[in-house]
């Protein structure tokens, strides 16, 4: 029975990068479908500005991509830092390290009627001096 384990687990640390990945993509690219894609409907982004609380849903944040590269795209970096899966739960960190700013994402994905899905997304922003 071990072995069945080992290969759901290993089918499950390739399928939960999925959602992980076309983040990376709406990143990368400005186009808001890899958005809709990796999120669920009803997915949160959470985040503090300025010493307060914020949040967003997943359409708010899809808004926000223009559907281009940023121009300054040759100098961005990206890293999926870990993944952590407990059944039909995950956790995962994600740095984003811009010219200006370091991103860094904590997404909680469900599997949800057999597919990943980010269902919160909390950020920090560290501005580069």
Same mark, same amino acid.
């Given at each position: !029975? %071990?072995?069945?384990?080992? #290969? =759901?687990?290993?089918?499950?640390? #390739?399928?939960?990068?999925?959602?992980?990945?076309?983040? %990376?993509?709406?990143?990368? &690219?400005?186009?808001?479908?890899?958005?809709?894609?990796?999120?669920?409907? *009803?997915?949160?982004? !959470?985040? #503090?500005? *300025?010493?307060?609380?914020?949040?967003?849903?997943?359409?708010?944040?899809?808004?926000?991509?223009?559907? @281009?590269?940023?121009?300054?795209?040759?100098?961005? @970096?990206?890293?999926?830092?870990?993944?952590?899966? &407990?059944?039909?739960?995950?956790?995962?960190? /994600?740095?984003? *390290?811009?010219?200006?700013?370091?991103? &860094?994402?904590? !997404?909680? %994905? %469900?599997?949800? *009627?057999?597919? =990943?899905? /980010?269902?919160?997304?909390?950020?920090?922003?560290?501005?580069?001096?």
């Amino acid at each position: !029975m %071990l072995g069945a384990f080992a #290969v =759901w687990a290993q089918d499950d640390q #390739v399928a939960v990068r999925k959602p992980l990945e076309a983040y %990376l993509q709406a990143q990368a &690219t400005g186009k808001s479908e890899y958005i809709l894609q990796a999120f669920s409907p *009803d997915a949160n982004i !959470m985040f #503090v500005r *300025d010493g307060k609380y914020s949040k967003m849903t997943r359409d708010e944040f899809a808004s926000r991509f223009s559907g @281009h590269p940023d121009a300054d795209e040759a100098q961005r @970096h990206r890293r999926i830092d870990f993944v952590q899966i &407990t059944s039909s739960a995950a956790i995962a960190k /994600i740095v984003l *390290d811009y010219p200006k700013v370091i991103l &860094t994402d904590y !997404m909680q %994905l %469900l599997k949800i *009627d057999g597919e =990943w899905k /980010i269902v919160n997304k909390i950020f920090n922003a560290q501005p580069k001096s």
